[in-house]
């Protein structure tokens, strides 16, 4: 028998939750080395990973979720996880007559999405730092910024049905994860994949919902936060390895993809 978690509840340790008008906010952190067991949520729910890295099996798949991942899983989705590094995750559960709102427009959410990188992650974010500044208007920006995840939940799961990458896609994105601190031009990477650059970037942008230079905006993004919040480098070297031409510029795109200065996200974890 797979156990099932009532709305509210999460293997991880609660540091502060907010109900609203069909949904839930909660903020969780995960020991380091923590195992959880086969379990599933009564909700749907999204998880926004604010810093550390864990392996999460859904199914037969695998997948290790990295710092500003983002995905959603419909209710009963069974899973399991391993925490590879303390964790810090921002969970919204989805009452049904929300998922309604989407079943109208054709898009049945009953499988779980990935929306890592492009507008869901960074709408993700804005989410979560709503959430942190909570004010008399929040819950009505709330409600909005959700309805604009929603909608690009449904466009990523129609996607996912309706369309088919080219191969080479799938070579540029390994090229971006694997060198995303050079400076790539478009030629460079149209000449690795063999295609045209406008058909690069047109092809590249409908499957990823996003252009290359933010997708790869996002890797160094990413690749920053795991440094901050598991090692004592300094900013102006994690710059650097990230491939931003220096501190300054680093902390201005980190700021704008996080709504929080470098410094500021690693004293979360050092407040811990």
Request: hydrophobic share 40%; glycine share 6%; charged share 25%.
């Amino acid at each position: 028998m797979i156990p099932k978690l009532p709305a509210g509840h999460f293997l991880g340790q609660t540091l502060r939750a907010r109900d609203l008008s069909g949904f839930r906010l909660t903020e969780t952190v995960y020991a380091q080395g923590l195992k959880l067991p086969r379990h599933a949520h009564e909700l749907a729910k999204y998880c926004l990973v604010i810093a550390g890295s864990f392996s999460e099996r859904v199914g037969k798949q695998e997948q290790v979720r990295e710092p500003l991942s983002l995905n959603f899983q419909p209710a009963d989705t069974t899973h399991e996880e391993a925490h590879v590094t303390p964790g810090h995750h921002f969970l919204i559960e989805v009452g049904a007559s929300w998922l309604e709102r989407a079943r109208e427009y054709s898009a049945i959410l009953d499988c779980p999405v990935d929306l890592t990188g492009g507008a869901a992650s960074r709408l993700g974010v804005q989410l979560y730092d709503e959430f942190r500044h909570l004010d008399g208007l929040s819950p009505l920006t709330i409600e909005g910024l959700f309805l604009e995840l929603l909608a690009e939940t449904s466009r990523r799961r129609l996607g996912s049905v309706d369309r088919h990458p080219p191969r080479w896609l799938d070579q540029v994105t390994e090229m971006l994860r694997a060198r995303f601190a050079e400076n790539l031009t478009l030629s460079d990477i149209a000449a690795a994949a063999g295609v045209h650059t406008v058909h690069l970037a047109r092809v590249f942008r409908k499957f990823n919902g996003c252009t290359i230079g933010d997708y790869v905006r996002q890797l160094r993004i990413e690749y920053a936060s795991r440094l901050l919040s598991t090692t004592e480098t300094s900013l102006a070297e994690i710059a650097l390895a990230a491939g931003f031409s220096d501190q300054s510029h680093f902390s201005r795109t980190f700021k704008s993809h996080t709504k929080m200065l470098p410094s500021e996200f690693r004293a979360i974890f050092r407040a811990r």
